[in-house]
C-alpha cells in the first residue's frame, strides 16, 4: 500500500495502482480517450496529463503508477491548460461535421470540448483530410478516419480482446489511420467492438446510419438472445422500429463487446414475416383466425388425462414461461413427455447436466478463469460463443495460466492456447479417457473407472487422432495445477458417449484434492434454464426427481410417427428444421393427429400445423434468462407484441386455463416466487439488475448465480456410440455440425444484417483436404451425402484436423438435419466442385 | 381639488359656459373624421408585409446550386420546446443535400408551433427558417402538419424585401381556398 497525495487529499491505495485510477478513487474527474480498464494501456491521446510535484513535465496519468509519497495535482492550471491544448489540436484536424455524424450527441470529443475544451480554435489552415467520402468496410461497419482522435482503442480490442487482428494504424502523426489493409474487413468477425470502443463518429454501424439521433431512442435492457454466454446488452427503438443494440462498459460479463449476432442480429424482431395473427388449419391451408377460434381447436382436440400429448418447448423461452410450460404438462395434461432440444437425447442432456455439475450451482467464468489450467473441450468457442472466447482470450493473456483447447477444428481462440490438441471429430471420450490413464487413478477404487482401466493407450490415442506426447502435456498440466477448469460444449451432446469420461475426469481430479469447475458452453440463450425449469422428460424444476419419466423430443416424435400422438404443443422450436434427421421427423410432424405450433415465425414446423398461435420475441416481454453459467437475468420489454401476437407466457397460461380455471400463477411475478419455492435454486438468486455504468473491471455479478439443488435426481448413464453410416470409401469425409460465427439456430437467418453477412451455406475443410482435392477458397461446390445433396461454397481453415467437413446447422439451402439418419452415427459426405 | 372649490372660480364658470371639455373631446372625434383611416382593409384590399425579423410559417432553404441544405441533424426537433418538429433522416448521396445525411421527413406541427424560432437558431446550416408566411388559417387539421415537400418551395415574400408595410392587395378566391395577393410595388409605410 503506498500514500499519495491527490490535490491534497490523501489517499491510500495499493501498489502499482495509477494514479488515474487513485485519482477517480480519490473522486477527482480526470478525462480519458485511450483508457479503458481491460485493454493494455497506452496513454496515447494525452487527455489525462497531470502534474507531479516535482516533475517538470505533465505525466499520463493512464500509464504512470502511483509512488509512495507523490504529490499530484489534477486540477492545476497547467493540467487545465493542456487538456485544453490537447482538445484544441485533436480539433485542428477534425471534421466537425456533428450534424451529419451518427455520433452527435453521444460522442465523448463533444463532451470533452464542451467540459474541458477551449471554445475557439486558432487553426485557420485548411484541415488534413483521409478522404472524401466515408467508406464501406464490410456490410456492417463504415468507417470515416476524418473523425479520428488516434486513441487506438479499436486496434487494441481486434488485437487483445476479440482476437482477430483486423485493425491497425496506418501511418504516423496526424496522419495515422486505424483501419485495416486495403480498408476491407477481409477476415473480421463483424462483431463491431470497434464501434463500441470508438469515442467518436469513426466507426459506425453500417444499419444504424443516419436512421436516428441518440436522444431519439428508447432503449430497455436486455440479455442476447443467441447463444448461453448471456451477454447484458440495450436494445433501442425508434417508431417501433429497434434500430440499435449496444453493450455498456462496465456492465454484465460482456462489458463494451459482443459478438456479430448480439449488435446486429436483433433485426428480426421487427422482420415483415412476424405472425402477427393466430393461425388455422381450414381445408388444407393455413388461414388467419382469431384467438377464440384457435383456443377453442385447442381445448377440443388436446384431451386431459386419457391420450398421449406431447409438449416441445424453446430454450429461447424465458424461465417463466418453461416453468408454466412444464407445469401444464405435468398438472393439466398428465404427461411427462416434455423436451426443451429437438437435437438431444434427453438421456444425454441428463448425463450432461450431472457430468458438468450444473445442479452444482451456478458457476462464474471470471473464476475459472482464475484458475490454473483452462481445459476447453467439444466446444467450437469462437464461433458457439464468441464472448465467452474473449473472455478467456482477453483474462488468460494477463495472468499465468495453462489454456489447453481440445477441439478437431482450428479456431481463433487457438493463437491464446498453451496446448493444442486436434482430435477427430467426436472422439472426445478418447482423448479425455487417454488423459485418465495418464493421470495417476490408481486412488479412486471405483467401479466407474473399470472400463478407462481396460483401456489401452493405443487403442484410445488412435480412436483420438492424438499424439502421445500431446496427452501427455495435457496430463501433466492438469496434474500439477491445483485448481482446474473445464469449459464441456454442446459436441458432447452431439456425441453422448464422450459425457462419463467428463464426469470421470472430474471426480478423478476432485478426488485428488483439486478445485475442479465445469462450464457447460451452450448455444441457446436459455437452454440451462429450460433444464432447470424441468422441461426435459426426466427431472423437473431444480432438477427434482420426478414420478413418472416421459418421452423427449426423440421419442416425441417415434410416437408421432407411429401415429399414437394424440396432440403436440411445440412451443418456439423449429423440430422440423433442427432435428438431426430432417425427413423423419418431417414425417413424424405430419403424423401428429393435432399439431399446435408457437412461433414468431411460419417456421417449416409451423408449416405442418394445425394451429399456429402467435408468439413474442425477447424484445416483446419480461422474464429471466440463466445463461450458461448458471446466471440468472432478466430481460425487459421494449415494444409491444405486433399485432394479434402475444407474450408466449399469456398463451400458455390461456392453454391451461382453458383446462383448468384455476392454472396459473396468472402472472410472471408470480410465477417467479413459485419458481423460487419449487426450485430451491433460485430461491434467493439475486435479480437486482445494475445497469451502473462501472469504470473499473468489476464484470462478475455473483448474486446472480443460481444455487446447488438440494436434491438431484440425476445420473451418468453409459451411451452406446451409434453406428456410423459408413460409407468412408465413398464418403471420405465425417461431417461435423454446430453454428456458425454469424447464426445461431434458425433465428437469426430471420435477420437481414445477419443475412447479409452470409446467406448461403458454406462447407469447411481444412487447407490439406481442400488442397488434395484440388479445391480451393470461395469454390462452389456440391456436398454428396447417403440421403442428401447440396450446393454450398468451400471455406479452408488452416490447422484444421483431417477428414472432416463442417457445416453449420443454420441454412435452408443446406438442412443439415436431413444428411442424418435416425439412430445412426454422424454421417459421411462427399465433396466435388461443380 | 382643494381649499379652492370652496369657494367661486371665474375661470371654472367660464369654462362650464363655453364647453371647453366638450369642445376638446369632439375635437379628437372630429379630427379622427378627418385624419387618415388607419384600419387596415385586411384581407379586401390590404395586406401587412411584415418586417423580416418576422417569425411566421417555416420554411426549408436550399444552397445556390439547389442542393438541400437541410442534414436532418434533429437540432431543431431537439430545441423545440413544443415537440412539433419530427425530422427522420436517411441516407441519399445522390446531390439531394449538402451532405449525404437528408431528412426523409421533416415535418412541423403548427398547432403545436409556438414560433419562438428556437429550431433556426439550433440549426447549424441555416436550413430552417422562420419565414414572413402567416395565413395559417385552416378549416381541416390535416394541413396544419407541413411536410418538407411544402416547406422546400420558396415563400412568396422574396428575402431581400424589407417588409414592415402595408401593401395593396386582392383577395382572390378560388376552389382551393381563398388568398391575398400583394401587389407588392404599391406599398406605404403603416401609420400608427
Not at chain 1, 486412488?443 to 483420438?464: G, I, N
Amino acid at each position: 500500500m503506498v500514500t499519495v497525495k491527490i490535490n491534497g487529499k490523501e489517499i491510500t491505495v495499493e501498489d502499482g495502482t495509477l494514479i488515474l485510477n487513485a485519482a477517480r478513487d480519490a473522486g477527482f474527474e480526470v478525462p480519458t480517450f485511450c483508457y479503458q480498464a481491460d485493454l493494455i494501456g497506452i496513454g496515447s491521446c494525452r487527455m489525462c496529463l497531470v502534474e507531479i510535484e516535482g516533475q517538470k513535465k505533465l505525466q499520463p496519468s493512464c500509464v504512470t503508477p502511483v509512488l509512495h509519497g507523490m504529490s499530484i495535482n489534477t486540477e492545476s492550471p497547467t493540467v487545465v491548460s493542456a487538456r485544453a491544448g490537447v482538445l484544441e489540436f485533436l480539433l485542428a484536424n477534425h471534421a466537425l461535421d456533428c450534424p451529419v455524424c451518427d455520433k452527435g450527441g453521444e460522442c465523448e470529443l463533444q463532451d470533452m470540448v464542451y467540459r474541458y475544451g477551449p471554445h475557439k480554435g486558432r487553426h485557420a489552415e485548411p484541415k488534413f483530410k483521409f478522404h472524401e467520402k466515408d467508406y464501406v468496410l464490410s456490410p456492417v461497419i463504415i468507417k470515416n478516419s476524418n473523425r479520428c482522435v488516434q486513441c487506438v482503442k479499436c486496434v487494441r480490442v481486434c488485437r487483445e480482446v476479440v482476437g482477430a487482428n483486423v485493425l491497425t494504424s496506418l501511418n504516423r502523426g496526424d496522419h495515422q489511420e486505424e483501419t485495416s489493409f486495403l480498408r476491407s474487413f477481409l477476415d473480421c468477425d463483424q462483431d463491431g467492438n470497434c464501434i463500441e470502443v470508438c469515442p467518436v463518429g469513426c466507426f459506425m454501424r453500417l444499419p444504424y446510419r443516419y436512421k436516428t439521433r441518440p436522444w431519439d431512442l428508447k432503449g430497455a435492457d436486455t440479455v442476447c438472445p443467441y447463444c448461453a454466454t448471456g451477454c447484458r446488452m440495450v436494445i433501442e427503438h425508434r417508431d417501433g422500429v429497434v434500430i440499435r443494440a449496444r453493450a455498456q462498459l462496465g456492465v454484465g460479463l460482456n462489458s463494451e463487446t459482443l459478438c456479430a449476432r448480439g449488435r446486429f442480429g436483433f433485426d428480426f424482431i421487427n422482420n415483415p414475416n412476424r405472425l402477427t395473427t393466430p393461425l388455422v388449419r381450414k381445408r388444407g391451408a393455413l388461414e388467419p383466425a382469431s384467438w377464440e377460434e384457435a383456443m377453442g381447436l385447442i381445448k377440443k382436440n388436446f384431451s386431459v388425462g386419457g391420450g398421449k400429448v406431447g409438449g416441445i418447448a424453446s430454450p429461447r423461452l424465458v424461465n417463466e414461461e418453461l416453468y408454466l410450460f412444464q407445469k401444464l404438462f405435468r398438472t393439466v395434461f398428465n404427461s411427462p413427455n416434455i423436451d426443451s432440444s429437438s437435437r438431444w437425447d434427453p438421456l444425454a442432456v441428463e448425463s450432461f447436466v450431472s457430468a458438468a455439475s450444473m445442479h452444482e450451482g451456478g458457476v462464474s467464468i471470471f473464476d475459472c478463469m482464475a484458475s490454473d489450467t483452462l481445459l476447453i473441450i467439444g466446444s467450437h468457442l469462437s464461433d458457439e460463443n464468441p464472448v465467452t472466447d474473449y473472455i478467456v482470450r482477453r483474462i488468460s493473456a494477463n495472468r499465468r495460466m495453462n489454456v489447453i483447447i481440445a477441439s478437431p477444428r482450428a479456431m481463433k481462440l487457438d493463437s491464446s492456447a498453451t496446448q493444442l490438441l486436434r482430435h477427430l471429430p467426436g472422439a472426445e471420450d478418447s482423448v479425455l479417457e487417454a488423459i485418465i490413464l495418464n493421470l495417476n487413478y490408481d486412488k479412486l477404487p471405483d467401479e466407474t473407472l473399470k472400463p478407462v482401466k481396460d483401456a489401452r493407450l493405443e487403442a484410445l490415442l488412435s480412436t483420438a487422432g492424438a499424439l502421445d506426447k500431446e496427452i501427455k502435456a495435457i496430463a501433466r498440466k492438469l496434474g500439477a495445477s491445483s485448481t482446474v477448469a473445464v469449459i464441456a460444449g454442446t459436441d458432447f451432446l452431439r456425441a453422448p458417449q464422450s459425457i462419463p469420461a467428463l464426469g470421470l475426469l472430474k471426480d478423478l481430479l476432485r478426488s485428488r484434492g483439486k478445485k475442479v469447475t465445469v462450464l457447460p458452453a451452450l448455444d441457446r440463450c436459455n437452454q440451462r434454464g429450460a433444464w432447470e425449469m424441468g422441461v426435459h422428460p426426466g427431472f423437473g424444476p431444480g432438477y427434482s426427481r420426478v414420478d413418472k419419466k416421459g418421452l423427449g423430443c426423440d421419442g416425441i416424435l417415434a410416437a408421432a410417427e407411429q401415429g399414437e400422438l394424440d396432440a403436440l404443443y411445440i412451443a418456439g422450436s423449429d423440430v422440423a428444421s433442427m432435428y438431426p434427421d430432417g425427413e423423419f421427423a418431417a414425417k413424424a410432424l405430419s403424423a401428429v393427429k393435432f399439431l399446435v405450433v408457437q412461433d414468431i415465425f411460419l417456421t417449416e414446423t409451423a408449416k405442418l400445423a394445425h394451429v399456429v398461435l402467435p408468439g413474442a420475441s425477447f424484445a416483446e416481454k419480461e422474464g429471466i434468462f440463466t445463461n450458461q453459467e448458471g446466471r440468472a437475468q432478466i430481460i425487459r420489454k421494449l415494444l409491444p407484441p405486433p399485432g394479434k401476437a402475444k407474450r408466449d407466457f399469456d398463451i400458455i397460461r390461456a392453454v391451461g386455463e382453458s383446462f383448468d380455471p384455476s392454472f396459473g400463477p396468472k402472472n410472471p411475478v408470480l410465477v417467479l416466487d413459485e419458481i423460487r419455492k419449487e426450485a430451491p435454486m433460485y430461491g434467493d438468486v439475486s435479480l437486482v439488475f445494475n445497469n451502473k455504468k462501472n469504470i473499473e473491471d468489476k464484470l462478475d455479478n455473483r448474486a446472480a448465480l443460481v444455487k446447488g439443488a438440494q436434491s438431484a435426481a440425476l445420473k451418468v448413464s453409459r451411451i452406446e456410440p451409434r453406428a456410423d453410416l459408413g460409407g468412408a470409401e465413398q464418403f471420405p469425409f465425417r461431417l461435423v455440425t454446430g453454428n456458425h460465427l454469424f447464426h445461431s439456430g434458425m433465428l437469426s437467418r430471420m435477420s437481414s444484417s445477419m443475412t447479409g453477412l452470409l446467406n448461403a451455406a458454406v462447407i469447411e475443410i481444412s487447407e490439406g483436404d481442400a488442397d488434395a482435392l484440388g479445391l480451393r477458397n470461395g469454390d462452389k461446390v456440391s456436398v454428396r451425402g447417403a440421403a442428401c445433396e447440396a450446393q454450398m461454397t468451400l471455406r479452408t481453415r488452416k490447422g484444421s484436423g483431417k477428414g472432416m467437413a463442417f457445416v453449420a446447422e443454420n441454412f435452408e439451402d443446406a438442412p443439415v438435419a436431413r444428411f442424418f439418419r435416425r439412430g445412426k452415427g454422424a454421417p459421411r459426405v462427399a465433396i466435388t466442385k461443380i | 381639488m382643494n381649499g379652492r372649490t370652496k369657494g367661486f372660480n371665474l375661470l371654472e364658470l367660464i369654462k362650464k359656459v363655453v364647453f371647453t371639455d366638450f369642445v376638446k373631446g369632439l375635437s379628437i372625434t372630429l379630427g379622427y373624421n378627418v385624419s387618415r383611416s388607419i384600419t387596415q382593409r385586411y384581407p379586401d384590399e390590404e395586406k401587412w408585409i411584415p418586417y423580416r425579423r418576422w417569425r411566421g410559417l417555416h420554411y426549408l432553404n436550399r444552397d445556390a446550386e439547389g442542393r438541400e441544405l437541410c442534414v436532418a441533424c434533429e437540432l431543431c426537433s431537439k430545441a423545440c420546446p413544443t415537440q412539433c418538429i419530427t425530422v427522420v433522416p436517411m441516407e441519399d448521396d445522390s446531390g439531394r443535400g449538402i451532405a449525404d445525411r437528408v431528412a426523409k421527413v421533416w415535418k412541423v406541427d403548427l398547432v403545436r408551433c409556438l414560433y419562438c424560432g428556437y429550431c433556426e437558431d439550433a440549426c447549424p446550416t441555416r436550413a430552417v427558417r422562420l419565414g414572413r408566411e402567416y395565413e395559417t388559417a385552416c378549416t381541416d387539421l390535416a394541413s396544419t402538419v407541413r411536410r418538407r415537400e411544402e416547406l422546400l418551395v420558396p415563400q412568396a415574400l422574396a428575402e431581400n424585401i424589407e417588409g414592415g408595410v402595408l401593401v395593396k392587395s386582392r383577395l382572390v378566391r378560388t376552389p382551393e381556398g381563398i388568398k391575398v395577393e400583394p401587389d407588392l410595388r404599391r406599398h406605404k409605410k403603416r401609420s400608427l
